[in-house]
């Protein structure tokens, strides 16, 4: 293990450990003093081919590896509950053990690193609580395992070790069909040995090699019993001993640039950070979370196949460059969309080399090794940087319109996750802008201004700025923005996105940001102040690619997309254009089934977006994608990789950025983009952690049928009265309904969690016949499982009006709550379908909270 700091740690917790083995005969790690890791700590999962077979998983915490055994073994699919045994603390040396363990003693059989990497907790909180208060909420970090993950202690039973639930949580690493992961892979991510080929390896005879005379081990069978022990470490010695991956380090924001000696300073690129991986003959490019994107970048795959035998990673952005050198995102996406690779790996930190770790060297000698690494190569470069110059290199990338320099502190060893060893300071634009239009937001106030520049004696629109106001300023424009009020916008084209109110066109306003996008709308906008500028004399800013390019012509007009009935489709034209989004292949079917089309898809959210779009617009996404049709491989997809970069949001996730629907062509980009399941957030982008709808999802078991889902959906209703809240429902497009509880945002979720599980365990404790929170399936028949899941910062339920990868077309519907007692069946909505009125139009309106005494109950109870 390497990077590690001096603490050392109280090994008491391995006396369990201790008392069930004799490690003169087992070839396991002794119960030693071990130390944390320096990074983010490490997870391991062992098969383990004992009396029965199971999968061991292991977090390290507090010096020690928290072990659980889970019988069947981890699984990718969010449905199933995985039984997790709560096991006896491991030493940390445990990670590595790789082989056989005597019949007959404790554990007997053999064992294989089936996974490792690294963990951590979800949503910044505390492991050690989450351990005691038996739930714990994780990230993984693996070859293997990846994504958000949960473990949730049962209720104690007299006589049996603690008993928890292991559970995929969803997002875009869970798998829903296909061969399970267990089967999927079957050899050590150490060795790449079988179960089979590590028994045959180890000694059979636990005897053996011992000298016949005292009994003691001679030097030929320390060496066997060595080598049964640690093939990792053998394994290590005999290749370069690279991870799988490591997170990589993040910068903090700052507004100036630091000052003074004892810093590198590099340019900021803008493109994808990749970790880079190139180890035992194979290359990986990996995101800040692990994804593999290795098929999407070949060309630079392929170059750094030279260094796969050296036992390489490198820290890097993917990127493209424009002709003047400069990174261009806009050009990177168009680079991934069209297939055309012209991507380059800009390399600017060395975390291993020929196998050698050298996280715990000083910066400049990792950037020394990584120089003459990439010496010759033509996709992969050296990202270089100026030392004690921070200032001037700020100054240089303002000029040049980079988006601002990363500083880095000098003699800094390499640390994963966000610190202040390295800081990022944005390079801002400031230009002035014509108000044309402006919004209010929820409490009356001013929501964003709606801004624009002449083209000749044409005013283009920009975009929105929604943030910098103070109070007093948000009323002094909201005030003067209404004395200009008209009906006519003074655009060129036609505004995108809901509840635009125009004005006269002679408002100008200062605004600070960061670049603009290949729509020519401005990145992260910020209101700076008036401007003193005359509204005639506002041109385009020079970054605009209007200058560059025509692009102030009006809006095609959008023709209607076909029906979802192939008769249909045959005869009504598809549309090629919804909300001015090209839609390419809009024949393509998405729904073999009912053949439904991309553009029968599109039509559907083109006649539901005034509907939709209150109900999703400015809430983080997950999305299910599946751009061969729902009958094919599906996935999640929680961050904007892949889509424009004006629906990328920095929320303050250390995960990366998340996606976020503002306007009609927002959700049009989706459906091009073969997302057939649209999910959103119980909070706002504002404000993540601190929600504003929380959702009971009302899940029948096997043998329920729908009228008792319809009767605990009034139940929960009649409950949620008691405590003087209305609430909301709606089907799922599944076989449940979903109830909808709007509130003001005074509580943080771990609140809200605890409320919504105290609610749900109160009907289940009520009703234990009809009723239950535990999502063991086995339990589940002949009842309706309340899962209170759903509310958490990352966790998130299906969009009212979104479709679902399901057969049938089907889509989520709100309903009044008369409605619902006259429902039939689950899922009544399917694309073809319309609904006109939205029964969730007065969410908006509802103003109350949750109760004080209530949430101090609920949380006491958790």
């Known amino acids: 293990m390497s990077g590690v700091d001096v603490s050392r740690v109280d090994v008491s917790g391995l006396d369990r450990y201790r008392s069930k083995r004799d490690f003169d005969r087992t070839s396991e790690p002794r119960p030693k003093r071990g130390r944390r890791s320096a990074g983010l700590p490490r997870f391991v999962v062992q098969k383990h081919d004992a009396s029965r077979l199971h999968y061991d998983f292991r977090l390290e915490h507090d010096g020690v590896l928290k072990s659980w055994a889970v019988t069947r073994g981890p699984s990718l699919d969010p449905a199933d509950k995985r039984l997790a045994v709560e096991t006896e603390d491991h030493p940390l040396d445990y990670a590595g053990f790789e082989g056989t363990i005597p019949a007959d003693a404790y554990g007997g059989g053999t064992v294989m690193v089936w996974d490792e990497g690294t963990w951590e907790m979800a949503d910044g909180k505390d492991a050690a609580d989450g351990l005691a208060a038996g739930s714990l909420s994780f990230v993984l970090h693996g070859e293997r395992l990846k994504g958000r993950w949960h473990l949730e202690r049962m209720k104690p039973e007299k006589g049996r070790p603690p008993q928890w639930l292991l559970i995929k949580v969803d997002d875009e690493e869970a798998r829903r069909t296909g061969r399970a992961v267990t089967e999927r892979f079957t050899r050590s991510v150490v060795t790449r040995r079988t179960l089979a080929e590590i028994a045959r390896s180890a000694d059979p005879d636990p005897d053996a090699g011992k000298d016949r005379k005292n009994g ?127 991507a380059v790996y800009v390399a600017f930190d060395a975390l291993f080399v020929d196998g050698e770790d050298l996280r715990e060297e000083p910066i400049e000698t990792r950037k020394q090794r990584l120089t003459a690494l990439v010496e010759g190569l033509g996709r992969i470069r050296y990202g270089d940087h100026v030392a004690d110059k921070q200032e001037a290199l700020f100054a240089h990338a303002e000029a040049l319109g980079l988006e601002g320099i990363i500083a880095k502190k000098a003699g800094s060893p390499y640390r994963s996750g966000r610190h202040d060893g390295w800081v990022k300071v944005r390079a801002v634009r400031e230009a ?75 408002l100008v306003v200062d605004v600070a940001y960061l670049a603009m996008t290949d729509e020519g709308m401005l990145r992260h906008a910020v209101f700076v102040g008036e401007s003193g500028v005359p509204a005639q004399e506002v041109s385009l800013p020079s970054d605009h690619p209007a200058t560059e390019t025509d692009r102030v012509a009006a809006s095609p007009a959008r023709r209607s997309a076909g029906r979802p009935d192939g008769a249909a489709n045959k005869e009504t034209p598809m549309a090629t254009t919804v909300f001015d989004v090209p839609l390419s292949h809009p024949d393509k079917v998405l729904y073999p089934e009912q053949n439904v089309t991309k553009a029968a898809l599109a039509a559907h959210y083109e006649r539901h977006m005034a509907l939709l779009l209150p109900h999703v617009a400015g809430r983080p996404l997950t999305l299910v994608r599946c751009p061969q049709g729902r009958a094919k491989a599906c996935f999640y997809q929680r961050h904007p990789e892949g889509l424009p970069e004006r629906m990328a949001r920095d929320i303050g996730e250390d995960d990366g950025l998340a996606i976020v629907a503002e306007e009609p062509a927002d959700i049009i980009e989706l459906v091009q983009r073969g997302v057939l399941e649209i999910h959103v957030r119980g909070a ?155 029964s969730w139009k007065d969410v908006g309106a509802v103003r109350q909270r949750l109760r004080g005494k209530d949430v101090k109950t609920a949380v006491n109870a958790s």
Not at 433 to 458: P, Q, S
Not at 460 to 477: H, I, M
Not at 686 to 714: I, K, T
Request: glycine content about 10%; overall charge positive; some cysteine.
């Open 216 to 342: 003691a081990p001679d030097q030929a069978g320390k060496d066997r019993r060595r080598n049964a022990e640690r093939p990792a470490e053998r394994a290590a010695k005999s290749s370069p001993a690279v991870p799988r991956f490591v997170a990589p380090a993040l910068c903090r924001s700052r507004k100036s640039v630091p000052r003074g000696k004892g810093w590198l300073a590099e340019v900021k690129y803008d493109g994808y950070r990749m970790i880079l991986r190139a180890a035992e003959g194979r290359v990986a490019l990996l995101t800040r979370t692990g994804k593999d994107w290795t098929d999407r970048f070949p060309a630079i795959a392929d170059e750094a196949g030279r260094l796969a035998e050296r036992g390489v990673m490198l820290d890097g952005e993917v990127v493209v460059f424009d002709d003047a050198g400069r990174s261009d995102f806009g050009a990177l996406q168009r680079s991934l969309r069209d297939g055309a690779d012209g």
């Open 432 to 506: 002035p802008f014509v108000v044309g239009a402006y919004t209010v937001g929820e409490n009356g106030g001013l929501g964003a201004l709606v801004v624009g520049a002449h083209a000749g004696d044409r005013l283009v629109p920009c975009g929105r700025v929604g943030t910098g106001f103070s109070a007093s300023d948000a009323k002094r424009l909201l005030a003067a923005l209404r004395e200009r009020a008209t009906r006519r916008s003074p655009f060129a084209q036609k505004l995108t996105g809901r509840g635009n109110r125009f004005v006269r066109p002679d």
């Open 684 to 838: 706002r982008v504002d404000r993540p952690e601190r929600p504003d709808r929380l959702v009971f999802d009302l899940d029948p078991g096997e043998g329920v049928a729908f009228a008792a889902v319809r009767d605990a959906a009034f139940v929960l209703r009649e409950r949620l009265a008691d405590m003087d809240l209305a609430a909301f429902v709606k089907t799922t497009g599944g076989k449940g309904l979903h109830v909808m509880v709007p509130i003001e945002r005074r509580v943080e979720w771990a609140e809200a969690k605890a409320w919504t599980r105290w609610v749900a365990a109160g009907l289940a404790g009520d009703f234990p016949d009809r009723y239950l929170i535990n999502m063991s399936k086995a339990k589940r028949k002949g009842r309706i499982f309340i899962d209170y899941l759903r509310n958490d910062l990352k966790a998130s339920a299906v969009a009212p009006y979104s479709t679902r990868a399901r057969e049938g077309a089907p889509f989520a519907g709100p309903l009044t709550w008369e409605a619902l007692e006259k429902l039939e069946t689950p899922a009544p909505f399917h694309v073809g379908d319309t609904l006109t009125q939205d």
